[in-house]
């Protein structure tokens, strides 16, 4: 699947490639700064379908704010310019002509601190069911069973779906964010440090969860926690300082990253 | 990318340098005493010392309490730090290591056994020219090879895994002459199996020494050579420039 | 000479004293406002209410043998003259021209009750305090017990069932007088009555109180249009104010660009809520009685100029013009509420592929409902109580007709109307007779205190079943 990787080169950073055919996400020279200051520095990478990729870094290296560039929720925040592509399925996503309310529903997203709304947990999932056309209400319920079934969360909550849905435990409602989220049945799936506000067992569910759903999406996780990457996802990219230092297949990453920087960070040595 | 050998010091949890530090030299403590045991039991077979031969094979406690409790480091270190890339490395490659050490340990066990069995037959023992120079050749092999892990010099490493080649063919040709031995001699088939034994263990420890040398690559460059041709290897170990 | 240790250990002691201080003082100062509160509660409740309580009676013979009979209001102590003076209320204006007697108690020879005292509510004279004689219909007579029972029976059938009786009457001096029994609303024997006939006719009084119209010119009667007037304009402030309070709030925490400007508008609207409060009456009285108003007369009313439709104070302008004083109210009030719901939630709509005016809706107002209620609470205590403004812009001493009523369009908003503070104002401050306010005044203060205080809890309440609702604070 792989098309190509550049060996160590000291010019340019290794990173993987992949065919059009096979990758979903292009991200392109990008380049963001937040009221002038940078933040991301002529990122360029793929992401492959069907597959989990794992940004990794230290605080401020900017895996965050690629990812809210990814589904363009910087467009709420004034300060913030930008330059350079990001192609989802070969459309630009800053086209003018792309409906940014359909490529957010097209790319999902799920936060560090579960943000469910304060309504009942039917009403959470169906959110985003009832922004689109109307549908017959058995169609409505059909999908919410199917969200919360792929969420792992069906069983724990079939009971009691009119309940509020901040009654439920903190994984239960990461969960819940995240049935809510493939309710509308995107294509990529973008999660931002989705465990580090949950206790060791959720976060092995939210972990399980997302290798699932790796046959029906495309995953995208940032996180802090290395072994988190390691465990789940199978390419991982190591971003420093806004800038994109090595991309590859996790295991090789893992075991014997290309260069110093990366081994640096992932062996927790003083950088 | 290469490792080097102090970049196991530079963890920002200092316990875990520690730990990984003590693991180096507890390996080096071993593979100095495995050294000796060589040493000691090829001394034992070609002077006929009975006594320093018992106290190699009583030895041979000593590395095996090694090579236990090395392993058990090892696996604390893994279940707690949970390492990854060159610290992952250094600790499967020290697993491994205390293994062939272990067996280079029970190799110079055998040898010192034959040493006494040897010293109670009264004829001239033939052969003893060979297992010197093999056993100077092996035991050059297994130094370079410790040094080559100290250090973390893979093309100390290279020359090392070269250098089995040599003692391979060393080897064949000392059991042929040891053959006709036999043949010509049928009194003295005792001794020259003995000593064939000896020169068997004595190329074994240089598999054992070609294996330390592969996981030193192994360790520095993240590349497995094990059961590579020599041939093969060239391009992908680069001399360092 | 203190070394260090003990420095330090005297520090402690004095910071600890002062630990245990400052609980005590933030304790004594709740209480203190507690009992303030509790102290003006108290006293509006007592002679707010116990003016309705039917009050004794008593016969008083004086030394030089005059006697009178009247209700004991209050003593003072008079510095000119030696001892202390009573007053009377002993009503029947039409025949001693006053209602009002200041006695000196040594001059009291003697105090009696006696039992057949009766006290009748008519109008439009006021009280009659006297004995009942006889009651004559058509060719019937009535005397002593019979006439007092028929009294009672009489007094339930409606005024105009009731034209063709008239009352026998002697006040205690000898004085007789004819009453007519329409224009006679009560009758009560107060020295005879139990206590539990006492309860029936204070419930009684204080419930005409709160039903019917003023008389003797806001001497004596109800409130029942000031309650009707106030509430009234309250719910059209509250309508007025909250789309345009909401709105406000909404644009300057969701929409506008943060950035100088917005700040200089939102200390602007805080400090519109310090602005006193007779301003906005007369910014009401000049933009919108004259100008606004006076335009309207012009082009929908010029066939009845020079009388004023809307070019003078009325229901509409005074809503209004209260609709802006408690407008900051309600803005700062949203705005706090819409800043307390997290960007989480925000985020949340947006990731999932809402439109901002979808977030807004769905999202953002709902959770912020509690908040819009609290403004809204607010400008209801504050709009209620406020009396300068509206003395420009609307209020009458006396309406001549409801807001309210049978002909179309049913709601009249260019009329003037009543309004328990203003009530209260002109009762304390322009009555003629100021004993008779005195009582009335305390009751209408306890009104109003009671009005508000059931429009917040109202308020109080929704707030609390919607919050409860979310199922958490937001």
Known sequence: ?271 | MDITSDSHSQHISRQFNQELEELKTHLMAMGGLVEKQVQDAVFALLEGDTRLAEQVRDNDRQVNDLQLQIDDECTRVLARRQPAASDLRLVLAVIRATSDLERIGDEASKIARNALLLSESSSTIRGLVEVRHISEHVRKMLRDALTAFARFDTDLAMQVVREDELVDDEYSSAMRSLMTFMMEDSRSITSVLSIMWVLRALERVGDHADNLAEYVVYLVKGLDIRHSDTDELEPQVPKKS | MMNSATHTASRRRRFSRVNDVWPWLCAASVALSLLMLGALLALLLVRGLGHFWPATLEEVTLDSGETFAGQAVREVALPQRAGDERLYFTGNQDIEGVRWRWVAIDDIAERAQPDDLIRLDRSPWGDFIGRLVAIEQHDQRWEGDAAWQRLNALLVLPASQRQDSQLLLTTVDGQTLRQPLASVASAQAPNAMSVWQKTLAWGDAVWRFLSEGPRAANTDGGVWPAIFGTVLMVILMSVMVTPFGVLAAIYLNEIAHQGRLTRLVRIGVRNLAGVPSIVYGVFGLGVFVYGIGGSLDEWFFSDTLPSPTFGTGGLLWASLTLALLTLPVVIVATEEGLARIPEAQREGAVALGATRLEMLTRIVLPMAAPAMLTGVILAVARAAGEVAPLMLVGVAKLAPQMPIDGEFPYLHLERKFMHLGYHLFDTAFHGEDVQAAIPLVYATALLLVLIVLVLNLTAIFLRHYLRRQRGNEC
């Open chain 1, 1 to 271: 699947m792989l098309a190509s990787l550049h060996s160590a080169n000291t010019s340019q950073a290794p990173v993987a490639h992949f065919s059009s055919e096979h990758s979903c996400l292009s991200i392109d020279h990008f380049s963001l700064a937040y009221a002038g200051k940078e933040a991301l520095r002529e990122l360029t990478l793929s992401v492959p379908r069907h597959r989990v990729t794992a940004f990794i870094g230290p605080s401020g290296c900017g895996k965050s704010t690629l990812l809210r560039a990814i589904n363009r929720l910087h467009d709420l925040n004034e300060s913030v310019t930008h330059s350079g592509q990001i192609t989802l399925e070969g459309q630009d996503i800053h086209d003018p002509q792309m409906n940014v309310t359909e490529l957010r529903r097209r790319v999902g997203m799920v936060f560090q601190t579960p943000n469910p709304f304060p309504m009942s947990i039917y009403e959470n999932v169906a959110f985003g069911l009832r922004l689109q056309q109307r549908m017959p209400k058995r169609k409505r319920d059909d999908i919410i069973e199917w969200a919360l079934t792929s969420a792992a969360l069906w069983d724990e909550v079939k009971d009691r779906l009119h309940r509020s849905a901040w009654q439920l435990s903190g994984g239960q409602q990461q969960r819940l964010v995240i049935a809510r989220t493939l309710a509308v049945q995107p294509d990529v799936l973008l999660l931002d440090e989705p465990a580090s506000a949950l206790d060791p067992i959720s976060t092995l569910k939210i972990e399980e969860l997302i290798r699932n759903l790796k046959s029906e999406l495309t995953l995208i996780l940032v996180t802090h926690n290395m072994q988190q990457a390691a465990r789940v996802s199978d390419y991982t990219a190591f971003l420093h300082q806004g800038e994109l230092v090595e991309y590859g297949p996790t295991d090789q990453v893992f075991t014997n990253p290309r260069l110093q920087r990366t081994e640096n960070y992932i062996t927790g040595r003083i950088t």
